[in-house]
């Protein structure tokens, strides 16, 4: 079957099957979709289907001439889906579109997830020249993925979507064995200093800057995933917080109240540190400075490397963050 692609400036809207839409933009950025945008680029592809563990996730691959195989491509997407599955337990949808659009070049370019009423959907742009290895060392679509496991939030609460992508998609690569302890934390080591509040800082809520948006929504859940398995002994994670999201029935189609989501994520691990993280952060600009943190993980970079201190009070913590457990 050949399904289009029809594509707005800068994303697409997806699959037109027979004339209907079977998924469409629906972001919610408050300005007003204009339709005449629709057609502002098309591509053709074929649909296939991938299955497993009950989901279906229908990829749509532009008909172009990539390097790679049709075969290798669909590897990869069902390669990403699982790192996102063995992290929430399950896809956090049981069906998804992902559509992949060509570029020129030989890299992963952007991606996008969104949700409308019953599909979830990420467009990926790839390079015709990207070869697998790319493919494999990338993160762009795990994180789009991790997207689906969250419900669209007022717009003020952009950060926790992002945060959230940043943040589980180097711990969910890192549980995979997909990425070391030592990248994992050279990527926080370099990304997570980006969220610290500026002296203008309002809190999470009311500063949405790329840095506080993606890097403050990180530090968020690097906090939290610290706080929970403090004060639970290690026996609850951000991990079971976030699964307590999904198994509630949140997910990228559909809305949520932050407050009502952090509950319910609060009580899949008996304690309420994120409603307590969330009250500290949302409208102040709480955490500003990452050196006693770095040392009480034990980590920390010496030229071109990562160095951990053993002795360090968390690093049991450390440890456990990014252990391989597949
Ligand atoms: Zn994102």
């Known amino acids: 079957m050949r399904r289009k692609i029809v594509c707005t400036a ?23 979709r204009d339709t005449s945008e629709l057609v502002a680029s098309e591509a053709m592809g ?47 949808v049981d069906d998804a579109w992902v559509a992949i659009r060509a ?4 890299r992963v ?11 979830a959907v990420v467009n990926v742009d790839i390079g015709l020249r990207v070869s697998r290895d790319t493919l494999d060392a990338d993160w762009v679509l795990i994180h789009e993925m991790i997207h ?33 302890a030592e990248s994992v934390w050279r990527g926080f080591l370099a990304g997570m200093p980006r969220g610290l509040p500026q002296p203008d800082d309002r809190g999470l809520d009311y500063t949405p800057t790329w840095g506080r948006t993606y890097w403050g929504g990180a530090l968020f859940c690097l906090l939290a995933d610290i706080r929970i398995r403090e004060q639970t002994d290690g026996r609850r994670t951000l991990r079971d917080a976030l699964r307590g ?20 994520a609060d009580r899949a691990t008996g304690v309420s540190v994120l409603i307590g993280l969330y009250d500290e952060m ?17 980590v920390s970079e010496q030229g071109q490397s990562v160095v951990f ?18």
């Open 309 to 326: 201190d053993e002795q360090a009070p968390l690093s049991e913590i450390r440890h456990a963050l990014t252990m391989r457990d597949l």
């Open 10 to 32: 800068g994303s697409i809207v997806l699959a037109i099957v027979n004339g209907a839409a079977v998924a469409e933009e629906h972001f919610t950025s408050g300005a007003s």
């Open 103 to 106: 570029r020129r070049g030989a």
């Open 282 to 298: 949302r409208d102040q600009p709480g955490i500003d400075d990452l050196d006693s943190l770095w040392r009480s993980l034990g």
């Open 148 to 180: 689906f496991a969250f419900p669209g939030v007022a717009r003020r609460h952009h950060w926790i979507e992002e945060g959230l992508s940043v943040y589980v998609e180097a711990i969910a690569r890192a549980n995979t064995g997909a990425l070391s």
């Open 46 to 92: 074929e649909v296939e289907t991938i299955l497993f563990d009950g989901v279906r996730i229908h990829l749509l691959i532009e008909d172009q001439p990539f390097d790679l195989s049709r075969a290798e491509i669909r590897d990869w997407v069902r390669q990403c889906a699982r790192v996102v599955a063995h992290y929430y337990g399950r896809f956090p």
């Open 109 to 119: 370019f952007s991606g996008r997830a969104f949700g409308t009423a019953g599909s």
């Open 245 to 264: 999201i999904v198994d509630a029935g949140y997910d990228i189609t559909q809305r949520g109240d932050l407050r009502e989501v952090l509950t319910i």
